[in-house]
């Protein structure tokens, strides 16, 4: 009986290093391909970027309109859009960086990329926790509103990311 949780112990052990030699490798055959390639995306980054910036100054003006942002509210407005600009991140290692080194060490530089973004994240809490607090019960509704449907649509382009970059 004294054997039995050993060798529960030992079975899940063994199934979870499994599933994470799995998941790696299907990370690393998927890394090549695909535009979640780190190299592709520096390769495009310049002119992504000046879309990205063309495509957010487009969805803040019509947000701007949908929300119909009061002379009173528009410096809590442009606080806000201040605070929406991505931040020049740290870039991130190329995978053959990130192969040579040790486990803890890499879980230490995801660790560490994870707090940076965090930061960013707590940055962007705290704009539009100020945002809102002024704006009318209808603007917050019409801010939920499109603020679900662009969660809702970023999950539907990440899963089909996920089928593609799977295939």
Known sequence: MKNIPQTLLMGLIFAASTAT???YAQMSASASMGPSNPDM???HSAENAEKMKEHMAKHQAEMHD???ITSAQESAWTSFTQAMIPTNMPER???KDIEKLSTPDRMTLALE???QHEAFMQTRLKAVKSLYAILTPEQQKTFDESHNRMRKDMQERMAK?????GK
């Open 93 to 95: 290692p190329q995978e």
């Open 41 to 43: 995306m520096r390769a």
């Open 66 to 68: 949908k929300l119909k």
């Open 113 to 115: 990329r994870m707090k």
């Open 161 to 165: 990311q996920m089928d593609r970059d």
């Open 21 to 23: 030699s799995m998941a």
